[in-house]
């Protein structure tokens, strides 16, 4: 393992597969200066997601968890996906599986209902859809649905950073739609992912996501936003990877992975191995969101040139959840 972190300090860390088993022994771990490394993984509790771990040649997401009262530390491989395997994984690539489908089957969008919920950065989302013809209808709190639509709004009075409300908000939203939803759309803001709580937002967020199943409502994952300042995206991208490992089945948009590439060339933005949003991809004096003003390094609104050009992978990738 390049990096892994407990508390606040990140370790070079030695690992290795018993023979015939699938349980990984930590034989080592050196305290690493914090610029010293890249990607780190966190421990959460009794499990750790591995995003990109090679065995044989093979890249795998990969979920361990902990064998209590081990010492070294040892792991069983509780579930690993080989990375590329999630064809409903919608990253850079749908803008152009878009592009190519025909105005029929993009039609389809608008022949079931959706409710997308979000707060600033979903916005430009919604402006980027409208730009390609999708205009979403506003969603309303309490609202219910009878026009067959793409439906998206705010998380009415609640302010990023609080994620267990948006949960319960969405969840009461959704269900009362339920006779008529086919697919609901769950978006963090990029406040809403921090390593203090990550464990119990992944907890919170399937939590929902599972009632929404059962009531037969299709979820689609969105991977959350990064801002400019790379100290405050790691679990950021820890989100995405558990999305990945936890929801192998369903479609994802992965804007995490779009935003964080380089438009004019697809290269990756980040900074000691860690993403962020890109100077061509954010709100800047020279291409500023539509409505949401220019970025501080604290933030991640997109310009609206980018958001698009990327409302378009978002448009393939609900057209997968839906049809």
């Known amino acids: 393992m390049e990096a892994v972190q407990v508390g606040d300090v990140r370790y070079g860390a030695s690992a290795q597969m018993l023979p015939n088993t699938t349980t990984l022994v930590l034989e080592s771990a050196t305290p690493l200066a914090a610029s010293a490394c890249a990607g780190p993984v966190t421990y959460s509790g009794a499990e750790v997601d591995l995003p990109n771990v ?14 209590a009262s081990s010492s070294p530390l040892r792991f069983t491989v509780a579930s690993a996906v080989p990375l590329g395997s999630n064809t409903k994984l919608v990253g850079s690539a749908g803008i152009a599986a878009w592009d190519a489908l025909a105005q029929s089957e993009r039609n389809r969008l608008t022949s079931w209902n959706s409710l997308f919920l979000h707060q ?3 916005q430009d989302m919604e402006d980027g859809t409208a730009t390609n013809g999708f205009k979403a209808e506003y969603f309303a709190p309490g609202m219910l649905i009878t026009t067959t639509n793409l439906y998206g709004g705010l998380f009415d009075g609640i302010s990023n950073g609080d994620p267990i409300a948006k949960f319960s908000y969405f969840r009461s939203n959704a269900l009362a739609n339920k006779a008529n939803l086919r697919v609901a759309v769950f978006k963090f803001g990029y406040a809403d992912i921090e390593s203090g709580t990550l464990g119990a937002v992944q907890s919170g967020y399937k939590a929902m996501v599972d009632e929404l199943k059962s009531n037969g409502i299709r979820v689609m994952h969105v991977t959350p936003p990064l801002i400019f300042d790379t100290n405050y995206n790691t679990p950021k991208m820890q989100m995405r990877s558990w999305m990945q490992t936890t929801f192998p089945d369903d479609v994802i948009f992965d804007l995490q992975d779009i935003e964080s590439r380089t438009d004019a060339v697809g290269a990756r933005c980040e900074q000691n191995g860690v993403w962020q949003i890109c100077s061509d991809i954010r709100s800047t004096p020279a291409c500023p969101s539509k409505g949401q003003g220019i970025d501080t390094a604290g933030q991640g609104h997109l310009c609206s040139t980018a958001a698009a050009k990327i409302s378009k992978a978002f448009l393939y990738a609900l057209y997968l959840a839906g049809k």
């Open 54 to 67: 090679s065995v044989d040649g093979t890249a795998y997401s990969a979920r361990l968890s902990l064998v």
């Open 120 to 122: 600033s950065v979903g």
